[in-house]
C-alpha cells in the first residue's frame, strides 16, 4: 500500500510565499507524473500543475512565474513553491500520482493525497 501526504499548508499573507510538500509512504521504487490540484470553496477542482518523472514542468497561466513544482526522487517527495500569493490562490491543495510503483514491481495508480488548506489574506 501507498499514500501521498501533502503538508505545508497555512495562512499567509497576500504577497507571501508557502512550500507545499508531498511525500510518498511505502516501499517506493519510482513515482510518474504528479500534479498538484487545487480546489476553492464552491468550486470544482482545478488542475495547478504538473511534474514529469523527468522534471518537466506545466502551470495553469495563474500561477505562471509565482508557483514553481520540483522534486526529489530520493525522498519520494513533490514540492510546490508557491510565492507572491493572492487571496485568490485561497484553496484546499491536493496531490496526484499518475503512477507509483514499490519495491516487488506492483504499480498504483491515480493515487491522491488528503489534501492541505491554503489560506492567503488580503
Known amino acids: 500500500q501507498v499514500q501521498l501526504a501533502e503538508s505545508g499548508g497555512g495562512l499567509v499573507q497576500a504577497g507571501g510565499s508557502l512550500r507545499l510538500s508531498c511525500a510518498a509512504s511505502?516501499?517506493?521504487?519510482?513515482?510518474?507524473?504528479v500534479s498538484w490540484y487545487r480546489q476553492a470553496p464552491g468550486k470544482q477542482r482545478e488542475l495547478v500543475g504538473r511534474?514529469?518523472?523527468?522534471?518537466?514542468?506545466n502551470y495553469m497561466n495563474s500561477v505562471k512565474g509565482r508557483f514553481t513544482i520540483s522534486r526529489d526522487n530520493a525522498k519520494s517527495t513533490v514540492y510546490l513553491q508557491m510565492n507572491s500569493l493572492k487571496p485568490e490562490d485561497t484553496a484546499v491543495y491536493y496531490c496526484n500520482a499518475d503512477s507509483i510503483t514499490t519495491a516487488g514491481s506492483r504499480t498504483y495508480y491515480n493515487t491522491w493525497g488528503q489534501g492541505t488548506q491554503v489560506t492567503v489574506s488580503s
Open positions: 511505502g516501499s517506493i521504487i519510482s513515482i510518474d507524473l
Open positions: 511534474i514529469t518523472s523527468a522534471g518537466g514542468t
